[in-house]
């Protein structure tokens, strides 16, 4: 374990069976679907690699990047578009994949952008959710797994860009933030 990380909250193979469940569940979902997997960067990369693996419905993928987050641990609130989808999205069942959800602010503007391109539909996947964190109440369709208010790690989860290599999620040790 890392000497940063105080413990482990989800094992490579929890992640791992998570994942797989969560895949079972899309892929019936989108049988008849044109399925567009929409990863919001630089959290979602290991989730969505390791998602549209165990998917058994054709697909495509694409990347958006927003930032709402310096190098704290608290949401600004304000969303900027750092980097936009590459494709047009009319017609396409667009399936967002994040890391995870706090305050619901980059959600809640994402999902509201991407109905104004027009896409067909517009649903949320998460590989984690902080419940008691939320300020605005956005519908999540996939929710791998809710977490205490606590700040994680790992799993393409970063602390001011770090420990986004961990291949578990774990929760950061308070002393390395305050
Ligand atoms: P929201 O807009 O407040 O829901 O913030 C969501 C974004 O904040 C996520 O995409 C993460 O990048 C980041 N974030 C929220 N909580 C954590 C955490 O505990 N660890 C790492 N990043 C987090
Ligand atoms: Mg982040």
Do not use: W
Request: hydrophobic share 35%; proline share 3%.
């Amino acid at each position: 374990m890392h000497k940063d990380c105080e413990y482990i909250l989800l094992s490579e193979e929890k992640i791992s069976s998570i994942v797989k469940d969560m895949a079972k569940t899309i892929s019936e979902d989108y049988k008849d679907k044109n399925l567009l997997l929409v990863g919001l960067l630089k959290g979602s990369v290991m989730f969505m690699t390791d998602l549209m693996k165990e998917l058994t419905v054709d697909c495509k993928i694409d990347f958006i990047c927003a930032s709402s987050y310096g190098s704290g641990t608290e949401s600004s609130g304000r969303v900027n578009i750092v980097k936009d989808v590459s494709q047009p999205l009319d017609g396409k069942d667009v399936l967002i994949v994040e890391d995870i959800i706090d305050s619901g602010n980059t959600l809640n503007f994402i999902t509201k952008y991407f109905a104004a391109k027009n896409a067909a539909s517009v649903r949320i996947c998460t590989l984690l959710s902080k419940p008691d964190r939320r300020v605005v109440d956005i519908p999540v369709d996939y929710v791998g797994q809710e977490v205490p208010d606590e700040f994680v790690i790992g799993y393409g989860l970063d602390y001011d860009e770090k420990y986004r290599n961990l291949p578990y999620v774990g929760v950061l040790k308070p002393s390395v933030y305050s």
